[in-house]
């Protein structure tokens, strides 16, 4: 179960509110990689780039907590959609993890600018997909279809 967000409706609520806020944090390391690239540094860029890690860790974690689960039990896809997610969020760990090295290294940030915005690129899309494939209501629903039921 996806406790404490018992319904789909919960879920994809939960969801959709952190999207929101990424949302902003992206727009955030957008614009400071863009001031990067553009003059070479930017101080905001790594506080921005540190915050987004942070919260796109947490929010990963929490849909493998609530969305996987919840496709899981309740979409005929489920598994396959669930792998999806989880096959997706490997990857962006692994992208973290080559962003975090390169800004714990001797970094140009001019470097470090154009793996931000292509991230940013990549996590806004992968957002978007989620939305219209994963939270739309005809696929995360709390109505379960009970293979033999027969009326009444």
């Avoid at 001031?35 to 506080?47: F, I, N, T, W």
């Avoid at 974690?61 to 969305?67: A, D, G, I, R, W």
């Amino acid at each position: 179960m996806c406790a404490p967000y018992a319904t789909a409706d919960q879920v994809r609520a939960a969801i959709q509110t952190q999207h929101g806020g990424l949302r902003v944090i992206l727009k955030d390391v957008a614009d400071a990689a863009a001031r990067a690239r553009a003059a070479g540094y930017d101080r905001s860029l790594l506080p921005a780039l540190e915050r987004l890690l942070h919260d796109l860790a947490n929010h990963m974690s929490f849909e493998e907590l609530t969305l996987v689960p919840a496709l899981r039990e309740r979409d005929p896809l489920g598994t396959d959609r669930g792998g999806a997610i989880l096959e997706e969020h490997r990857r962006q760990r692994a992208e973290l993890e080559a962003m975090t090295r390169l800004a714990a290294g001797g970094y140009h940030q001019r470097d470090l600018a154009t793996a931000a915005q292509s991230f940013v690129t990549d996590v806004l899309l992968d957002m978007a997909h989620e939305e219209r494939s994963y939270l739309c209501e005809d696929v995360l629903h709390d109505d379960l279809i009970v293979a033999g039921q027969s009326g009444g």
